[in-house]
């Protein structure tokens, strides 16, 4: 099975790329950046998206997850790059399947809660009124890939994620950043800052949850979506407060979190949902996400060990 | 006030332009072919739009009305073209208006029931899950219409019209003509082809229903939108069957009315609902659409006499 994997330098991807490896795919990694592993039989096309395309996909390409993108700060900062990336980048990389594909690939989009706006639960069928351009891109973003599929372009899957906790490293332009810093950091022993209040409920889930919901979309039987390619992925609500007592729990010092508002945060994540009901997830056997214990401990475990 | 209407040869569009014109605007009329009528005081732009647009939108303007499109048996049968217009196309307008304007323009989108997939009812809380590409080009275009918005580059307003019932003239190419048809032709004294059931059940407004909502889209002040610039305008729910006797009421034989089921536009027209909660739009002051008697008696007014 070969596999292309944009945005194979980031977080999701280039740990997606080493899971599929291991499961015998050959993976294509395409990314503007170098990819920092490049597993066992896997291949890196290192450049911007529209430059590599071309030599990623061909005749034989039998499934593509598509992570590249601006996330959310990065889009509402830069207008026009957000636009480029998130929804040209995306419809070029549908449209090299198209022409190029000898059978529809399967076609992961990584979408994000981000498609809701000023709702505070969400479910299949809350509709996608997003008040950031990041979610503007990604719903949009839902809308082609159910296009495509439904034209038999390409088998289309897409997977709104939760905020992810804790993403390791450095942080990227995610508004939702503090979600992994917050723990992150004092785990390490180092001060982190919190823009958002003690009561502030996320949708979380963790990398390995995220990445098994990523998988689960490759594997998943197209069909099992009914009418209309997307879900909502398993994740958990959580409140600050919660995830800081799950720190304390694990051995960090939640004195180390400075609570500092900031409005540019709160106007995005602000707009969130946190409670979602994800039974279509769950009907389509998409694994449930762990608890914030968990996900603190398989931080420890994948990260600091 | 100095207007700009895309699609102004086109059947909703000339008719918007004249009436812009009756209020004391200045109409600029942008098509890809000449309007039928320039309005006093309008002047005429021919060309395809990304080549219009650059003479058409200045300092100055204060207001669009965006109504070039592909329709939707046109949008289904070519998706490159469908894509390029309706979504590249309304691109090109907001940016013009981002470039050019020095206020952000009152922006009208005409929407469509078409973003609307797989339901039998729909309110303003309803996804858009389309399940053709017009409808998915109409849901792309209000997330932009939204976005662009809250971004303050446009004063955007999207207005999901019903099918509208009767358009006179020559039939273009959406599916639903014949709810045009079915009433306009045996009121001329000829056969016309129903492509659906007896008791499908049709969400119509007349034009003259469809251009006052267009006209106060573009009365109405933006922040009665809410968080979201979108709004399900007024209609009808109307069964052929219905429609049919309504003819014969004033006048029409319904025997002129053959019956020749159609799987491409059951594909189509089969997918959208036809019941709506519009209470949205009545808050806004949003007129009432008219009922089927009132859609035949106008037609023949406007139209036959
Ligand atoms: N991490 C989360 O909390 C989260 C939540 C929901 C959805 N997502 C989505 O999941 C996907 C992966 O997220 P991530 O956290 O790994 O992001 P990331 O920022 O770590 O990775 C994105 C990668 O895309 C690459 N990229 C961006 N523009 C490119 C271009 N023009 N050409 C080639 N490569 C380009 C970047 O170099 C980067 O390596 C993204 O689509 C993101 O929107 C992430
Ligand atoms: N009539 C309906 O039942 C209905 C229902 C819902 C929504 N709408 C929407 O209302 C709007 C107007 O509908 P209508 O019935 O008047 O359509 P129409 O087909 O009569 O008019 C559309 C006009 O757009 C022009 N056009 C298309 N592509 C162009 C391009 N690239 N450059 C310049 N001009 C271009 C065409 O020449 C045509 O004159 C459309 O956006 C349509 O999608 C119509």
């Given at each position: 099975m070969s596999v292309v994997v944009t945005g194979a330098a980031g977080f999701l991807g280039n740990r997606l790329a080493q899971n599929l490896a291991k499961r015998g795919a050959q993976v294509v990694l395409c990314d503007q950046i170098e990819p920092p592993v490049v597993p066992a039989g896997g291949r890196a096309l290192v450049g911007p998206l529209e430059e590599t395309l071309g030599a990623a996909i061909?005749?034989?390409?039998?499934a593509v997850v598509h992570l590249a993108a601006v996330v959310s700060s990065g889009a509402e900062r830069d207008f026009d790059l957000g636009y480029r990336v998130n929804v040209d980048g995306l419809r070029g990389t549908l449209e090299a399947c198209r022409a190029r594909c000898a059978q529809p690939p399967k076609f992961v989009f990584a979408s994000s809660?981000?498609?809701?706006?000023?709702?505070?639960a969400a479910d299949d069928?809350?509709?996608?009124?997003?008040?950031n351009s990041y979610g503007a891109q990604k719903a949009i973003g839902e809308l082609l890939v159910n296009d495509y599929s439904r034209k038999g372009f390409v088998d289309g899957r897409s997977v709104r994620l939760p905020?992810?906790?804790?993403?390791?490293?450095a942080p990227n332009?995610?508004?939702?950043g503090f979600a992994s810093s917050i723990l992150r950091e004092p785990l390490a022993g180092q001060r982190a800052v919190c823009?958002?209040?003690?009561?502030t409920d996320l949708w979380l889930a963790s990398p390995r949850s995220a990445l098994r919901s990523l998988e689960h979309a490759l594997d998943v039987?197209?069909?099992?979506?009914?009418?209309?390619?997307c879900v909502n992925a398993p994740g958990v609500t959580v409140s600050v407060e919660e995830m800081l007592a799950a720190l304390a729990r694990h051995g960090?010092?939640?004195?180390l979190v400075d609570f500092v508002p900031d409005p540019a945060v709160a106007a995005i994540v602000g707009t969130?949902?946190?409670?979602?009901?994800?039974s279509k997830a769950a009907a389509m056997g998409f694994p449930d996400a762990c608890s914030i214990d968990a996900m603190v401990r398989s931080h420890i475990e994948d990260e600091l060990n």
């Open positions: 061909a005749s034989d390409t039998r809660l981000a498609v809701f706006g000023a709702t505070d069928a809350t509709p996608t009124t997003p008040l905020t992810i906790s804790i993403r390791p490293g332009a995610a508004a939702s823009p958002m209040d003690l009561d039987d197209g069909a099992a979506f009914g009418d209309y390619r960090g010092d939640r004195g969130w949902p946190a409670r979602f009901d994800t």
